[in-house]
């Protein structure tokens, strides 16, 4: 015997038990077999008609889209009923019979006076089997009504249950004697009549022998077919499912794949050998816990897939990115080449998920993805880190052109307009980069640096890339104190206001004020404002901080007489769903006539909320608030802003004004400005002004107001009303006059 140490033959009573524990064995795995076999094929058939059921309630389930779509076609109720148009059948239902309604029967009812028309089918079904299948689905047709709101069948294994009330509904039944698909809607009534006697479109579709076909190639059923009641076959599995009443719609055949019958024969050439093919029988037995430990194996794959990549873009997620840095790392620690990271943040896409929701943002976060893998090798490492940060893991030459080359092909690339749900969407990308070398410690120094670079990037005007240097962690350090000083400032209200006189153009009265927030810290004096409102806009204190300005200058405001307050709005600011409530909210708590509050936007405000601005502004506009558009002509002017959005005034920026004595071509824009601003009635005010000459060029050209330092500069609110006080009252009509124009 195999696997003794020697030959010898064992006496009889030695062996009759080995024998007989070895048949034993023999037995019960035989019994075993054929136990796990029986079992393997009612799990096969089990399977087989969850396939079959789930198929069918699939194709339910189109057939009703297909209803619905037909139906709530705006002039559905007109083209179908009342006036029925053959063109517009044929491109509504014709063509589709080409397609997936290919041999269906398509029936308009009316089941307030039980009129049937036809509009499509097979025309040897006579009219009296029609009038008689139609009978079988009034339970379906029954619950329709036009303003409920549709929803597929519930499906159980071997029984299609029918859906509640709805506008619309389909089951599987017999119709005219032959199962069949059925699926009803309520057309769209359209605004006509009563839509509770809205006409129901019906299609039928039977169950044919070609889709039983298709169905039993997809899923791997041989001979799938439809039998009688009466039919049995030892060779064929069976399937039928029921209606709620509990009687057959159908009945399916198919030749079953018996993995059961497979194991037997299989395994039976090793029960019926004697002992000496036992190791065959373990042999087998290993193999099969082989193939078992495959299956785990794959499924534990997809499961680590599921867990390294991102549901939304496809790419990988932080984890398996901090994998392949760390593994990077080491790679280039061992000799092999330089790499480095590449740290993506989309610019302004938190507008676009505020504005128009989360779930374009979403499909937006898709193209971007797809664009990044396009835009750079196949061997490098494309990753979703969250939200709208992506990261790229390149290999290669690391001088600074050749990753600023890169950098700049993927802003690019991310920067093209994009057409998602309708919108075409502009936005940018900011990239932080740092070189990952022999010198490069962990992988979480390598990616604070890679957001320190991203940081400078933003803060020197985004859509750009920034190399990662030592100098970067001070000046970050020192921008993070910043923001946090600057959110105490404003929680215990240590920022100042300082007005900017706007003046008539001789010069004489203050017609208006532009409030400018100043913060005079205890500690680094007065801080510029360039630098304190690039760090709010970037950390999103904005938000707090424009309400505060809008707030104090409401307040000042109240005492000075026939004088336009006007307020900068940061685009952050001003595209939140809950800004309009906060200006109307402001102007009732601190009682300022919202006639003299001027709110001053910026063209870029505008790019890409066209819809929410315009209804933003509309609103306000109704309160009696006054716009202007600042800086105008320096950013992304268009006409259609001035034709689209109700402006009331023009400001000419100070880089045009400053050029008026040496640059004709500054001259010429300043009259161009100042003509289409009378021309569309707006009033228009000249920023910069700084000596007598401009101010005697701007009056002849024709501006409304003007500012600059000629006129004074900034100062505080005591002043303001100090100089009101000196100057001679406004007369009734012309108070009443800027009052209106604003």
């Given at each position: 015997?195999?696997?003794?140490?020697?030959?010898?033959?064992?006496?009889?009573?030695?062996?009759?038990?080995?024998?007989?524990?070895?048949?034993?064995?023999?037995?019960?795995?035989a019994?075993?077999?054929?136990?796990?076999?029986?079992?393997?094929?009612?799990?096969a058939?089990?399977?087989?008609?969850?396939?079959?059921?789930?198929?069918?309630?699939?194709?339910?389930?189109?057939?009703?889209?297909?209803?619905?779509y037909?139906?709530?076609?705006?002039?559905?109720?007109?083209?179908?009923w009342?006036?029925?148009?053959?063109?517009?059948?044929?491109?509504?239902?014709?063509?589709?019979?080409?397609?997936?309604?290919?041999?269906?029967?398509?029936?308009?009812?009316?089941?307030?006076?039980?009129?049937?028309?036809?509009?499509?089918?097979?025309?040897?079904?006579?009219?009296?089997?029609?009038?008689?299948?139609?009978?079988?689905?009034?339970?379906?047709?029954?619950?329709?009504?036009?303003?409920?709101?549709?929803?597929?069948?519930?499906?159980?294994?071997?029984?299609?249950?029918?859906?509640?009330?709805?506008?619309?509904?389909?089951?599987?039944?017999?119709?005219?004697?032959?199962?069949?698909?059925?699926?009803?809607?309520?057309?769209?009534?359209?605004?006509?009549?009563?839509?509770?006697?809205?006409?129901?479109?019906?299609?039928?579709?039977?169950?044919?022998?070609?889709?039983?076909?298709?169905?039993?190639?997809?899923?791997?059923?041989?001979d799938?077919?439809?039998?009688?009641?009466?039919?049995?076959?030892?060779?064929?599995?069976?399937?039928?499912p029921?209606?709620?009443?509990?009687?057959?719609?159908?009945?399916?055949?198919?030749?079953?794949?018996r993995?059961?019958?497979?194991?037997?024969?299989?395994?039976?050439?090793?029960?019926?050998?004697?002992?000496?093919?036992?190791?065959?029988?373990?042999?087998?037995?290993?193999?099969?816990?082989?193939?078992?430990?495959?299956?785990?194996?794959?499924?534990?794959d997809?499961?680590?897939?599921?867990?390294?990549?991102?549901?939304?873009?496809?790419?990988?997620?932080?984890?398996?990115?901090?994998?392949?840095?760390?593994?990077?790392?080491?790679?280039?620690?061992?000799?092999?080449?330089?790499?480095?990271?590449l740290?993506?943040d989309?610019?302004h896409?938190?507008?676009?998920?505020?504005?128009?929701?989360?779930?374009?943002?979403?499909?937006?976060?898709?193209?971007?993805?797809?664009?990044?893998?396009?835009?750079?090798?196949?061997?490098?490492?494309?990753?979703?880190?969250?939200?709208?940060?992506?990261a790229?893991?390149?290999?290669?030459?690391?001088?600074?052109?050749?990753?600023?080359?890169?950098?700049?092909?993927?802003?690019?690339?991310?920067?093209?307009?994009?057409a998602v749900?309708?919108?075409?969407l502009?936005?940018?990308?900011?990239?932080?980069?740092?070189?990952?070398?022999?010198?490069?410690?962990?992988?979480?120094?390598?990616?604070?640096?890679?957001?320190?670079?991203?940081?400078?990037a933003?803060n020197?005007?985004?859509?750009?890339?920034?190399?990662?240097?030592?100098?970067?962690?001070?000046?970050?350090?020192?921008?993070?104190?910043?923001?946090?000083?600057?959110?105490?400032?404003?929680?215990?209200?240590?920022?100042?206001?300082?007005y900017?006189?706007?003046?008539?153009?001789?010069?004489?009265?203050?017609?208006?004020?532009?409030?400018?927030?100043?913060?005079?810290?205890?500690?680094?004096?007065?801080?510029?404002p360039?630098?304190?409102?690039a760090?709010?806009?970037?950390?999103?204190?904005?938000?707090?901080?424009?309400?505060?300005?809008?707030?104090?200058?409401?307040?000042?405001?109240?005492?000075?007489?026939?004088?336009?307050?006007?307020?900068?709005?940061?685009?952050?600011?001003?595209r939140?769903?809950?800004?309009?409530?906060?200006?109307?909210?402001?102007?009732?708590q601190?009682?300022?006539?919202?006639?003299?509050?001027?709110?001053e936007?910026?063209?870029?405000?505008?790019?890409?909320?066209?819809e929410g601005?315009e209804?933003?502004?509309?609103r306000?506009?109704?309160?009696?608030?006054?716009?202007?558009?600042?800086?105008?002509?320096?950013?992304?002017?268009?006409?259609?802003?001035?034709?689209?959005?109700?402006?009331?005034?023009?400001?000419?920026?100070r880089?045009?004004v400053?050029?008026?004595?040496?640059?004709?071509?500054?001259?010429?824009?300043?009259?161009?400005?100042?003509?289409?601003?009378?021309?569309?009635?707006?009033?228009?005010?000249?920023?910069?002004?700084?000596?007598?000459?401009?101010?005697?060029?701007?009056?002849?050209?024709?501006?409304?107001?003007m500012?600059?330092?000629?006129?004074?500069?900034?100062?505080?609110?005591?002043?303001?009303?100090?100089?009101?006080?000196?100057?001679?009252?406004?007369?009734?009509?012309?108070?009443?006059?800027?009052?209106?124009?604003?």
């Amino acid at each position: 015997m195999d696997g003794l140490p020697f030959p010898c033959r064992p006496r009889r009573g030695t062996v009759a038990p080995i024998w007989l524990v070895v048949g034993l064995a023999i037995v019960c795995i035989a019994l075993a077999v054929v136990s796990s076999a029986h079992r393997a094929d009612l799990v096969a058939l089990e399977r087989e008609q969850t396939l079959i059921s789930h198929a069918l309630a699939d194709r339910q389930n189109r057939l009703l889209r297909e209803a619905e779509y037909i139906a709530a076609a705006d002039e559905a109720l007109q083209r179908l009923w009342l006036e029925p148009d053959a063109d517009w059948i044929h491109q509504q239902i014709g063509m589709r019979l080409q397609g997936p309604l290919s041999g269906a029967l398509v029936l308009v009812v009316d089941p307030a006076s039980g009129r049937v028309r036809r509009l499509a089918g097979d025309a040897a079904l006579p009219a009296d089997q029609i009038a008689a299948a139609l009978r079988e689905i009034a339970s379906l047709l029954a619950p329709i009504t036009p303003e409920a709101s549709s929803s597929p069948p519930l499906t159980m294994r071997g029984t299609l249950h029918e859906p509640p009330p709805a506008r619309s509904a389909a089951r599987m039944q017999r119709f005219a004697g032959e199962p069949a698909f059925v699926a009803a809607a309520a057309l769209n009534a359209d605004g006509r009549g009563d839509v509770r006697s809205s006409p129901i479109l019906v299609i039928v579709k039977l169950i044919s022998s070609g889709f039983l076909r298709e169905v039993g190639e997809q899923l791997e059923l041989p001979d799938l077919r439809l039998v009688d009641e009466t039919a049995t076959d030892p060779a064929s599995n069976f399937f039928a499912p029921k209606n709620q009443a509990g009687e057959t719609i159908a009945r399916f055949a198919w030749t079953p794949n018996r993995p059961g019958a497979a194991i037997i024969w299989d395994t039976l050439p090793f029960v019926g050998i004697a002992l000496g093919f036992f190791v065959a029988l373990a042999g087998f037995v290993l193999r099969y816990a082989r193939r078992t430990t495959a299956t785990i194996a794959a499924g534990e794959d997809r499961l680590r897939y599921m867990a390294m990549h991102d549901p939304l873009s496809g790419l990988p997620n932080r984890m398996l990115f901090g994998e392949r840095l760390d593994a990077l790392i080491g790679d280039v620690r061992q000799g092999h080449a330089t790499a480095a990271l590449l740290s993506i943040d989309l610019d302004h896409f938190k507008d676009v998920n505020d504005t128009l929701g989360h779930h374009v943002g979403d499909a937006l976060i898709g193209a971007v993805a797809q664009r990044l893998r396009g835009a750079v090798r196949g061997e490098d490492l494309v990753a979703r880190l969250g939200g709208d940060e992506f990261a790229v893991l390149t290999r290669g030459p690391t001088d600074q052109r050749h990753l600023q080359e890169i950098a700049e092909r993927i802003i690019a690339v991310v920067s093209a307009p994009y057409a998602v749900a309708g919108h075409t969407l502009v936005i940018g990308a900011s990239i932080g980069i740092v070189v990952v070398d022999r010198d490069s410690r962990d992988s979480a120094d390598i990616m604070r640096f890679a957001d320190m670079a991203l940081y400078r990037a933003k803060n020197e005007g985004r859509n750009r890339a920034c190399i990662y240097d030592a100098a970067m962690n001070a000046d970050l350090t020192q921008r993070k104190q910043l923001e946090r000083d600057l959110r105490s400032a404003i929680e215990r209200n240590g920022l100042a206001i300082a007005y900017q006189p706007q003046l008539s153009p001789d010069g004489e009265r203050i017609i208006g004020v532009e409030a400018l927030c100043r913060w005079p810290d205890p500690v680094r004096g007065l801080v510029p404002p360039s630098t304190f409102i690039a760090v709010a806009e970037q950390s999103e204190l904005i938000i707090p901080l424009g309400e505060w300005v809008l707030r104090r200058a409401c307040m000042d405001g109240r005492i000075w007489p026939d004088v336009t307050v006007a307020v900068n709005v940061s685009p952050l600011q001003f595209r939140r769903p809950d800004f309009v409530e906060v200006v109307q909210r402001i102007l009732e708590q601190t009682g300022f006539d919202p006639r003299r509050l001027e709110l001053e936007l910026t063209e870029s405000t505008l790019l890409g909320n066209v819809e929410g601005a315009e209804s933003a502004m509309r609103r306000l506009k109704t309160l009696g608030v006054k716009f202007a558009l600042d800086d105008f002509g320096t950013g992304y002017s268009s006409l259609l802003y001035l034709r689209t959005f109700p402006f009331d005034k023009l400001k000419i920026d100070r880089s045009f004004v400053n050029n008026i004595e040496s640059a004709a071509d500054a001259a010429a824009i300043v009259h161009a400005i100042i003509s289409l601003g009378r021309g569309l009635g707006m009033k228009v005010t000249a920023e910069g002004v700084e000596n007598a000459n401009q101010q005697l060029f701007l009056r002849a050209a024709g501006v409304h107001a003007m500012q600059g330092y000629l006129f004074g500069h900034p100062v505080e609110a005591t002043e303001i009303a100090r100089r009101l006080a000196t100057q001679a009252p406004a007369t009734e009509p012309e108070r009443q006059r800027r009052l209106v124009a604003g």
